[in-house]
């Protein structure tokens, strides 16, 4: 009882610190992008080169919120690559830009951070290894699970863009990132013989390839009629892409560190180890 409380208040110390950290870093680098993107939104676009696109499209790596396109890149979607709904209705609720935004932004980060703090902590603590050091590395391996491996099939993506059916691009994120954590697992703890499987499992998603938009040839992944807008929205893509590889950096390598730091804090590892 005593261990599980221990680990309930160390999650939560370490989940603010880590969704505060992202939201600091999505203020600077994430948000001014994705409103940049959202300028160029036109209430009726012209008829999509993507036959399966539906404009319920969304932000990948954007929002898990159902604020829709309005909502900041939250900690577990930007995470998580997840995809939320992208509604073009102009009565959707949608919180306000400036402090609002803001806080919802930094209120999910801080769930987020929270319960991915908890499963670090509870798997160190099943390990019986735990320091900042080791922490870290905990923090690059959800960072390689929840961010790298899906976003190398799926980019996050900026509003306007095409999207593949969203149940496709769910299904294939689920699979990425659990052959991702068995495969680094395998290939981090388990006997020799069976690293070389651990690799496999990385490769599988890759080898079958992520849902994508069904484009005619030469098309652009945006259905915005103006080319120069096409032209400036490729461009912030780009930006996007590397503000929230650096965002979900940060959050996970100061997350690894808060669980490394904060388990021997709390005393979590020695009460463990002593029961």
């Known amino acids: 009882m005593i261990i599980f409380r221990n680990l309930v208040f160390a999650a939560v110390v370490v989940g603010i610190i880590s969704g505060v950290v992202l939201a600091a870093v999505q203020q600077i680098a994430v948000t001014p992008t994705i409103i940049a993107a959202e300028q ?9 080169v993507n036959t399966e696109h539906n404009h319920a499209g969304d932000h990948h790596g954007g929002d898990l919120n159902a604020t829709a396109h309005h909502s900041e890149t939250s900690a577990l979607d930007s995470a998580l690559q997840h995809d939320t709904g992208h509604s073009h209705d102009p009565e959707a609720w949608a919180p306000a830009d400036g402090f609002e935004r803001l806080f919802f932004t930094s209120f999910s980060n801080v769930l987020a951070g929270i319960g991915f703090g908890l499963l ?3 798997a160190m603590t099943y390990h019986g290894k735990a320091n900042i050091k080791i922490g870290a590395l905990w923090g690059v391996a959800g960072y390689l699970t929840f961010f790298v491996a899906p976003a190398l099939g799926l980019h996050p993506e900026i509003p306007g863009m095409e999207a593949a059916n969203l149940q496709g691009r769910q299904g294939w994120w689920l699979t990425t990132i659990t052959l991702t ?3 680094l697992g395998l290939i981090a703890f388990a006997h020799i013989s069976l690293k070389a499987a651990g690799v496999v499992l990385l490769l599988i998603p890759h ?4 849902p994508l938009p069904a484009l005619i040839e030469g098309a652009s992944h945006f259905s915005h009629p103006d080319p120069q807008a096409v032209l400036a929205l490729e461009a912030l893509a780009k930006e996007f892409l ?3 590889a650096i965002a979900n950096a940060a959050f996970w390598i100061v997350l690894g560190l808060s669980c490394g730091y904060f388990i021997n804090k709390f005393g979590i590892l020695k009460t463990a180890q002593e029961g």
């Open 242 to 244: 590397q503000a929230t």
């Open 181 to 183: 954590a068995i495969g």
């Open 207 to 210: 080898l079958l390839g992520a």
């Open 120 to 122: 670090i902590l509870a």
């Open 40 to 48: 160029y939104e036109v209430a009726d676009e012209a008829p999509a």
